[in-house]
């Protein structure tokens, strides 16, 4: 009696994967026919706490979602944000690829998808950026005055999902009368 006995046990700990997240800005956001590609949201947040590296074969999807019309166009534009940049299908961060592009230009129209597959390179403020860099317009001189509605889903390298959408307003401007003569 008064002696020691010693129990070992084996534990396993899996860890469990955490979704990226994203956050648009809920506000509508106004757009004028003619205006120039407007930034989405300037304040956009996403990112992975699982770290950068869950990023690589993850994906952005942004997407026209309601209201799309024929001359609804999405589009990065090159070096708005930090130096987040489109060359043919490759996405950049300066010369840097970080991703490939679905449309060369990273531009998309109607309610066709713009889906971004990242690789190694990519990583939580780089995401951040593109998501930022994300523009709209409409090239028509007659636009439908529906509510748009543009969705954004972030996916990570483990499948984890999250998406989040913009509502925008779009006002169609008269446009002056013109004249010929011959």
């Known amino acids: 009696s008064g002696g020691t006995s010693n129990d070992a046990r084996v534990i396993s700990v899996t860890a469990a994967n955490d979704a990226p997240t994203i956050s648009i800005d809920a506000s509508t956001l106004a757009y004028t026919e003619n205006d120039a590609a407007t930034q989405i949201d300037a304040a956009a947040t996403s990112s992975d ?18 209201n799309n019309e024929a001359a609804d166009e999405l589009s990065i534009l090159d070096n708005v944000v930090g130096t987040i940049n489109t060359d043919g299908t490759n996405l950049q961060d300066g010369a840097t690829v970080i991703g490939t592009l ?16 990242l690789n190694s390179n990519a990583t939580n403020a780089l995401v951040q950026e593109l998501v930022r860099a994300i523009h709209y317009r409409n090239t028509s001189n007659t636009p439908g005055t529906s509510n748009r509605t543009v969705t954004y889903t972030v996916t990570d390298a483990s499948g984890g999902t999250s998406n989040d959408a913009r509502v925008i307003s779009v006002t169609a401007a008269n446009d002056a009368p013109t004249i010929s003569i011959d």
Request: no cysteine.
């Open 49 to 66: 706490a699982d770290g950068d590296a869950d990023w690589n074969t993850g994906t952005l999807v942004v997407q026209m979602t309601g």
């Open 102 to 117: 679905s449309s060369s230009e990273g531009t998309v129209t109607d309610g066709t998808a713009l889906t971004i597959t």
